[in-house]
Structure formats: C-alpha cells, structure tokens
C-alpha cells in the first residue's frame, strides 16, 4: 500500500514514533547538562558542572526545547495554518542538526 502526503497515519503507530522521537530528545537535553565539552578558547576539557549546565543553557538548549514541544496541541489551542510550518521546519532541522 503506498501512502500519499495526505494520508494520515495510524493514530496509534503515529503517537508512538512521537513519543519515541521526544524521549530521545528529552534524554539528550538530560544528558548535554552533565555531559563534558571542550572549550574553545583554552581546548581543555571543561568539567565543572556549573560550567557545562551554564553552556549549555547558552547553547543550544532553547533549539533543543523548541524541538520537542507538541505542536498539534499548540495548532488546536491557536488554531493557525503557521503551525503546520513549524511541525515542518522541526522535522527539517533534526534531520540536518550536526553531531557533535
């Protein structure tokens, strides 16, 4: 059976992936709060964890939240078109964000 763009998926299969998808992003932003990071000015390791959660924050932490947040459920409260676009955008950009 081939879907087309239009199709939904199945509910349940649907909200699963999405569960699965934000789980792993949760455990990424849990861990990038412990986890060691190389400074760029010196190249030492930083590991004071006062430190890596204050990088952290500065980072990329927002991106990683933004990431994760549900927009269906935001689509129906606001009930704009724009939020589409944006379930859009985030697929895009975890599918290009680097590994560091």
Known sequence: MKLKYDDPPSNFAFKFYLRRYNSVFLTDIGLNFFLMYVDGVTG??????R???????????TIDI???LPFDIVGIVIN??????LKVRRCTWTVSKPVL
């Open 44 to 49: 030492k390791w930083v590991s004071q964890l």
């Open 66 to 68: 933004v990431s994760i």
């Open 80 to 85: 704009s078109p724009a939020v589409s676009q």
């Open 51 to 61: 430190q890596i959660q204050k990088n952290y924050l500065k980072g990329s932490f």
